[in-house]
């Protein structure tokens, strides 16, 4: 499922804990850019009834709250989102939603098809 696997987490966590990602942001100029690291707490799990287009699962829901900062001076720093994560036993991570309020924006992306062997 691309796009959605960039949370480090697995198996999937428990209120509380956190993590930290540092990717590489390119700049307006090819061979510009810089670093940004985003560091993920988790503020609450559940565990819901969820349909996505690939099928109906019973999932852990994740709720992690996403700050990140760029690492050049100065350092600016991108709106914090809350990302919404379900993941589903023996396949991952079937649906995600980001919202990030201060740029009043929604991402969603769902499982489609899967293949599951056990």
Avoid: H
């Avoid at 061979?31 to 287009?53: H, K, M, R």
């Avoid at 709250?65 to 589903?88: C, E, F, H, I, M």
């Amino acid at each position: 499922m691309d796009g959605i696997s960039d949370l480090p987490f697995c198996p999937p966590p428990d209120v509380g804990e956190k993590d930290e990602g540092l990717v590489w942001v390119p700049g307006p100029i090819e061979g510009t850019g810089d670093f940004a690291l985003s560091t993920y707490l988790v503020t609450d799990t559940s565990i819901e009834s969820i349909n996505v287009p690939a099928s109906e699962f019973t999932a852990k829901k994740v709720v992690v709250k996403k700050t990140t900062v760029y690492s050049g001076n100065p350092v600016p720093t991108l709106p914090d989102a809350t990302n919404t994560r379900y993941y589903v036993g023996g396949i991952g991570n079937v649906k995600q939603v980001e919202v990030t309020p201060t740029t009043n924006t929604t991402i969603t992306e769902e499982l489609t098809a899967y293949s599951y062997a056990p």
